[in-house]
């Protein structure tokens, strides 16, 4: 899928995708970050909505994603644009109009009150979650509980926008545990292995960005933390 090659160079242009030494939200130490806070302008954040609504609607005809879907829910901060951009894109690009809505990180205790802004969902809706990145899904554990608190609405999958494919608690992915602990699919538009193969030894803008000691530090992590299949 040739959008999927498009969002890798996206990232790195953007800054979002960079190479060095870091430290994940799980503590894990990595060689490569995905920063989704990177991005800065109405362009990249436009951009960005038309490859999740992409990876939205691929899923979808393939039948991963339900049709039913009825909410983008973005969880604060870094969701938030995800949703909107997201929701806008896919009324813009593929006339399919959804709700978005987000959180508050606190209670608002006057005015609306409450802490979901946006669409005001129901158990009768469909809700997929949009993240940047998923490592040992601690994000989502921390989402579910606010979702579950407004109603019992059906959340249908998440998507992100890389896969690191690793471990999450235990010995099984990340993926793999929220989908036996939550019935949860989740749905990156790219894996960390796709970055690599498609990034190797390739130039961006004339300047090879995966060398062959960063592949290799990067394949190191892998086996560390990533869960053969």
């Not at 997201?86 to 006057?110: D, M, P, T, W, Y």
């Not at 993926?175 to 498609?198: D, L, S």
């Not at 530090?217 to 560390?224: A, H, N, S």
Request: aromatic letters at 10%; a negative charge; one cysteine or more.
């Amino acid at each position: 899928m040739s959008y999927k090659r498009e969002f890798i160079d996206f990232m790195v242009r953007a800054g979002v995708l960079t190479f060095g030494d870091f430290i994940t939200k799980s503590g894990r130490k990595t060689p490569y970050f995905v920063n989704t806070g990177n991005y800065k302008t109405g362009e990249q954040i436009s951009k960005l909505g038309e490859f999740y609504a992409e990876s939205i609607m691929d899923n979808m005809k393939s039948g991963k994603i339900s049709e039913s879907l009825s909410t983008l829910f973005g969880p604060a901060y870094k969701g938030i644009p995800l949703a909107v951009s997201a929701s806008i894109a896919l009324s813009a690009k593929f006339g399919k109009n959804v709700n978005f809505c987000f959180n508050r990180k606190e209670a608002k205790g006057h005015g609306e009150k409450g802490v979901i802004i946006g669409y005001d969902f129901n158990e009768n809706d469909s809700i997929l979650i949009i993240e940047d990145v998923i490592t040992a899904g601690t994000a989502i554990r921390e989402t579910l509980p606010v979702l579950k608190a407004q109603a019992p609405a059906e959340v249908i999958g998440l998507i992100v926008s890389v896969d690191r494919m690793e471990k999450g608690t235990g010995e099984k992915t990340a993926i793999a545990e929220i989908k036996e602990e939550f019935g949860i699919e989740t749905f990156p538009i790219v894996t960390v292995r796709e970055i690599i193969e498609n990034l190797h030894n390739r130039e961006v803008d004339g300047k090879v960005v995966i060398t062959d000691e960063t592949r290799e530090r990067m394949e190191d992590y892998l086996k560390m933390y990533c869960v053969t299949e």
